[in-house]
Every structure is written in C-alpha cells, then in structure tokens.
C-alpha cells in the first residue's frame, strides 16, 4: 500500500518509497500502483527521479491536472527538498545557478558555459541545516524542475550527494528526499501544504536534526521560500 497523507475527487498527495518511478514508464510506476489501489484516473503533476523518494501529488481528473500544472508553470507549485551531500558547500546557504544540459541518451545531466540548443538555465537555493563524519544536511528550494537538477548542481560544486553513484557521491540509496509541498488547491484556491521526513539509511546520522526541523514548522507555507 501506498501511504496516503491527502486524498479528494481533485488530487491526491502521497509518500513515494525510492525505487519506483513517478511516472508510467519501463519497471514498477507508482501512478500504476495508485490506480490499483484508489481506482480511477491518476494524472502525473511533477516527478521525482526513481531513486528519491517523499512527498508527491497527483491529480485525479484532467481539470485539476491542468490547474496544479499552471501552477507549477507560475511558480505557485512550491517544492523543498532534504539532501545529504559528501562534504560542505562553501557558504552555509546560497543559490545555485547553472546552465544545464541533459544527455538522454546516457541518462545524465552536464553544466556547461554557454547556452545552446538543448540546453537550460537551473536554478536553486540551499541552506546548511548541520555537518557531521564528513557530510552535511541541506535543506534546498527549486526555481526550475530541471532534470538531476539538485544532483548535479550539488555534484558540480565538489558536494555530491550521499549515495548518489552517477554524480560522484559513491554507492547505495541516493540521499535526495521531497520533503514538502505548497500549492494551492485545485479547485477552491486554498494555500494547502504537506510534509513528511525521511528515515533510515543515511538519514539516521541526522536523525535529531530532521527531527527539530518538522517541529519547527519549518516546511509552513509562508517559509517555504525564505
């Protein structure tokens, strides 16, 4: 089963376990599972590498799939992420900025320093939340949903992330985790919000800090971006 944190005739909002894809494609895909454990139409909104796992939402109807898109398209669709990552950045918070390109054919994403065709600008924001045996916890707020966006920008600054063996960050279960989500709803407009932690794996060795993080209501929508 999976968990659900939220579900109307609109959308829903679920807990994605790592390994399964976000969309229908070749290998298990949680919007197949969804439909056979909700029954009706599941409509893909955004995407999480298979590996990631957290928080996502879906729309149950085409209408609320267009409106959650459009606000993903405004910037109203609002998405923060916990990462572990081998090292620590040079500054405790900042924003990244990239030229990315991505090789389909490998599967992989580059920076690069020109803009040509194919190529994309990225965006992000990231704030050291603590450090510990030669790793660090970030808290990272996308501007763009490029594809390893987070990864390989983290990568590309020598912080790749934990367990991330296509970026540099060795092998294991990618350290990458979709902590929370604001948007509105589909329909009536309400400023919703939802989260969830991680656990296990890497996770444990900043158990506590995660921990005080969701306390603090640090995921509330009028923080999501600060």
């Not at 599972?33 to 409509?43: F, P, S």
């Not at 912080?159 to 060795?170: A, N």
């Not at 991680?198 to 995660?210: L, R, V, Y």
């Amino acid at each position: 089963m999976i968990p659900l944190l939220y579900q109307d005739k609109e959308f829903l909002v679920c807990l994605k376990p790592p390994g399964l894809l976000s969309q229908e494609g070749p290998g298990e895909s949680l919007p197949v599972l969804l439909t056979g454990q909700l029954g009706g139409a599941i409509y893909p909104v955004h995407r999480l590498d298979r590996g990631v796992g957290g928080v996502m939402a879906y729309a149950r109807t085409s209408r609320a799939a267009a409106t959650l898109s459009s606000a993903i398209s405004q910037g109203r669709f609002q998405k923060v992420y916990l990462c572990i990552v081998l090292g620590k950045p040079d500054q405790n918070e900042g924003v990244c900025q990239d030229l990315l390109l991505h090789d389909k054919i490998r599967n992989k994403s580059f920076v690069v320093n020109r803009m040509r065709g194919g190529v994309r600008e990225a965006s992000l924001a990231y704030r050291v939340l603590a450090s510990r045996d030669g790793c660090s916890l970030l808290r990272v707020v996308l501007h763009t949903g490029r594809t390893h966006q987070i990864r390989v920008q983290l990568s590309s600054r020598g912080t790749p992330l934990l367990g991330d063996g296509k970026y540099g960050g060795g092998s294991g279960q990618i350290s990458l985790w979709s902590a929370a989500l604001a948007f509105p709803h589909p329909r009536s407009g309400e400023a919703l919000s939802f989260q969830a932690p991680p656990s296990g794996g890497g996770w444990e060795m900043f158990c506590h800090d995660i921990e005080v993080l969701f306390q603090d209501t640090i995921f509330s929508p009028n923080r999501m971006i600060d």
